[in-house]
Each structure stands twice: as C-alpha cells, then as structure tokens.
C-alpha cells in the first residue's frame, strides 16, 4: 500500500494508539464495537482506489444491465418475492480482494456482491475517528478522503440521507433488522440514527392495518411508516424461525430502501452473468457436469446467500460436490481461488490481505448507482472472516483512506 504514510504510522505506532483510536470511535457511538477493530486505516496508494471504482463502474453497468437482470430475478425465491419491485436497487456492495497483478502492480479481484446496505453510517465516523487520531503524527495530518467521485464528507451525508430518508420526515422512517440491538451490527444502526435520525426497529414490535404498517415511537406515539431503510437477513428470519407480523409478499402503502429482491437478484447468483477481467471464473453448482481438474487448489465452494464468510469451502472435494443434493445445488457456486496480496505492512513486519467493499447509492431520484464510499477487511488467516482471525492482530474493520 501506500509507502510512505505506512512507514509513518508504523514507526509512531503503539498500543496506546489503538486504545485511544477504539475509546474515541465507541464514545462517538455511545456503545461498544462487538467485532474487531483493525489497528491501522488502509493508506491506498494513488491510483489503486480510482482502479477499484473504474472495475465495480463496470461491474454495476453490467449488473443494471435488463435483459441480465431478467436472468438473475431467478435467484428470488416465491415466498420471499416482494411486490413493487424497483428498477434498480438504492443500495448496492461490490466486495474486492487486492491483489497483486501479472505487471507487479496491486489491483481488484471480485469477491462478491449484494444489492444490499452496508455500514455507511460506521464507515463515516471511523474515518473521522482515524482522521483525528493521525492529527497527532508527523506527515499524517491534515484531511483524508474515504470517498469516491469527488464526493467529502457533507456531499456524503446529503448523498445518504436522500437514499435513506427520501423526502420524509426522519421519524416516519424506520432502519429494520431482527432486535437490533443484539445484532453485530448495531453500531451502523448507531450511526444511523444520530447521523439521520432514523431510529432501527424490529419488525416483530410492528402493526400493520390494511395496507399501512405502524409503530410507536419513544414517546409512546403510534406513527405511520412511509419508508423502510432494509436491513433484514432472509436467512436469520429462516433460522430463527421469526413470525413477522405482516407478510413481504402483502401490498403495502411503504417505500422500500433497498427493495427487499434486489438481496437476491444482486448477490453471488450474478457472478456467473459477469463478464470482467476482475471477476474471477464462477459457475453456479447446478450448471456444473464435471468436477473441474484440480478442484481443491483451484476453486472455492460457496453458499450463495450466506455473511462473513459462513458455509465457504476452502479446499471443495470431488466428494462434497456429490455429496451435494440435487434440489439444493442452484443454492451454491463454485469459483476460481483468489490469490489475496499480503500488501499490507503490519507494525510487526508481517504482510495483512486486504478487501475493499466499494459502496454504491442511489437516491430514488437518480438513474443509476454511484460509487460513494468503502469499508475495508484486513486480515492474516485464510479467509477474512472473524472465525478465520481469531487471536490475530493487524485484522478486523478498517477503512480505505487517500490525500483528496
């Protein structure tokens, strides 16, 4: 990554730092982070960043693509289809691994994808918080970007809250997730609320009356929902087996912030409909007749709707790919290894592999997704999951951050 901020903040770095940096982003929250923070923001060099917006540009373009989508609206499953389906979704991720390429250079290899939120909200006071703790070092102060096109961090808030918030009143929008507060992602839904003043609910403490669903607020008010800010996980409704108290499938008086399909129609089931030299060689299960030759050197068995890296087989067998039955086959893929670069310094002297989740919005107004911000991965084990970097150091949450 990028030398010579690397070098400064590795030769100033001490533990004192991180305690610092972790208390200054928690009590900006108001609660603790229960995943692991990274120890340094990733200092992209020049040109990595604008390399990685140009590859998901044209990954999205492709995605948005009609008659591609008309292909990939397979992936819904019939008692999850959502009427009133968007044109696009407002909300998309494209997850990179940087890689090192034939010519030496670092660049982009596609992970995955969803058309599906992420935490933008966390994102922005990470930042701040890494911006203020490099205040403090020689060489590293002054302004540092985390956002694409041109944006700051106003132009990215207005960016947001138009996605988020639409033209309602803050209050009559609600962040929906499974009792947020036990989620691993509550801080987002902290920073949500404090930068938006969208509050997150659980769709269980909700009340539908004809086509119209409502909530009270702190107050204790009943108040109508105009717009949802989706940030419901299908497979946790499943596995938890939760009783909302309205079905998906209803017609009802809500806008959607992303519609709830494009978490399907957007999502690993489109990897094999890209065709990109940052997309890596995937095919869906059901489409495969023979075992590829080397399977488990060569490729990864995936689930196709699964988070942080759960049910991914690293080393895929002849005999899991038989084991697999029939009727489930079209739910998993198999796709080519990525070599991640250990591009990352560490304080230590060990290489950390890094991945970019580029973050896309689009406000219900706007034609088409723009590339906004980033939140990055780091991580020394074998996959970047926190069950595969577990008693590591140098892994966990970060942020890709350049000069402006």
């Not at 949802?228 to 596995?239: N, S």
Request: glycine fraction near 6%; charge should be negative.
């Amino acid at each position: 990554m990028e030398p010579s901020a690397r070098a400064r903040f590795n030769a100033a770095y001490d533990d004192a730092r991180y305690r610092r940096y972790v208390a200054d982003l928690e009590g900006t929250l108001g609660c603790e982070v229960p995943f692991r923070l990274a120890e340094t923001p990733v200092f992209f060099p020049p040109g990595l960043h604008e390399r990685c917006v140009a590859a998901s540009d044209a990954i999205v373009a492709q995605l948005s693509d009609a008659t591609r989508i008309a292909r990939m609206r397979a992936a819904v499953p019939a008692r999850w289809n959502v009427p009133n389906e968007t044109p696009l979704p407002t909300f998309a991720v494209v997850d990179f691994a940087i890689v090192r390429e034939a010519d030496g250079s670092l660049g982009p290899r596609l992970v995955e994808l969803q058309g599906f939120p992420s935490l933008l909200g966390f994102e922005t006071l990470q930042r701040d918080a890494w911006e203020r703790e490099l205040q403090t070092t020689e060489g590293l102060t002054g302004e540092w970007s985390s956002w694409f096109g041109g944006l700051d961090r106003d132009s990215l808030l207005d960016l947001a809250r138009r996605t988020i918030v639409g033209e309602h009143d803050p209050a009559d929008v609600v962040l929906l997730d499974l009792d947020p507060r036990s989620q691993k992602t509550y801080p987002d839904f902290a920073a949500t609320e404090m930068l938006f003043g969208v509050e997150p609910v659980c769709p269980t403490m909700l009340t539908k009356r004809g086509r119209k669903l409502y909530r009270r607020d702190a107050s204790g008010r009943e108040r109508a929902i105009e717009r949802i800010y989706y940030r419901l996980v299908i497979d946790e409704i499943e596995r938890k087996n939760v009783t909302l108290p309205f079905d998906l499938r209803d017609e009802l008086d809500v806008e959607w912030s992303p519609h709830p399909n494009w978490f399907f129609i957007w999502s690993k089931y489109s990897l094999p409909f890209l065709d990109h030299p940052a997309v890596p060689k995937t095919r869906l299960l059901s489409d495969v007749d023979s075992v590829p030759d080397h399977l488990s050197e060569r490729y990864v068995l995936k689930p196709l709707f699964s988070f942080a890296g759960g049910g991914v087989n690293v080393r895929p067998s002849a005999a899991d790919v038989a084991a697999m039955p029939a009727n489930a086959r079209d739910a998993w893929c198999l796709q080519e290894k990525i070599a991640y670069e250990p591009a990352l310094a560490a304080a230590d002297g060990g290489g950390v592999k890094v991945e970019i989740r580029m973050m896309y919005l689009r406000p219900d107004d706007e034609p088409k997704l723009v590339a906004a911000t980033n939140l990055c991965r780091l991580a020394r084990g074998e996959l970047l999951g926190v069950d595969f970097n577990k008693n590591m150091t140098w892994v966990g949450s970060s942020i890709g951050i350049w000069r402006p």
